[in-house]
């Protein structure tokens, strides 16, 4: 089991930029896949990026592709949302999930994923 923990939301200003992280506690980081949502008031949860277990590939959606870059560091169990250009449609809770022993490719469901962090709000002023 792992448990998950967001960090770097706030306030910005349209144009501006976040990192996002979450740290993943155990000891088999490496074993998973993993994944960045997000859900605005009023949607459904969204995807938003997602990293395989080696961090070789990573897949995003098209409202944030070219603006949005996930990462992940293995020796320190923490992946990595960097948000540049932000606009205010960005405006959201975005959420870390992870996916066990998911040694493919990276996974674009939320319902493929076993865990999630409590989410970090960010929003975005125009």
Known sequence: QVQLL???????????????SCAASGRTFRSYAMGWFRQAPGKE????????????????ADSVKGRFTISRDNAKNTVFLQMNSLKP?????YYCAAR???????????????????GTQVTVSS
């Open 89 to 93: 449609e960005d405006t959201a809770v």
């Open 45 to 60: 949860r969204e995807f938003v990026a997602a990293i395989s277990w080696s961090g070789g590939s990573t897949l995003y």
């Open 100 to 118: 066990y022993r998911a040694y493919g490719g990276p996974i674009t469901a939320g319902l493929e994923y076993d865990y999630w962090g409590q």
């Open 6 to 20: 967001e960090s770097g939301g706030g306030l910005v200003q349209a144009g501006g930029s976040l990192r996002l």
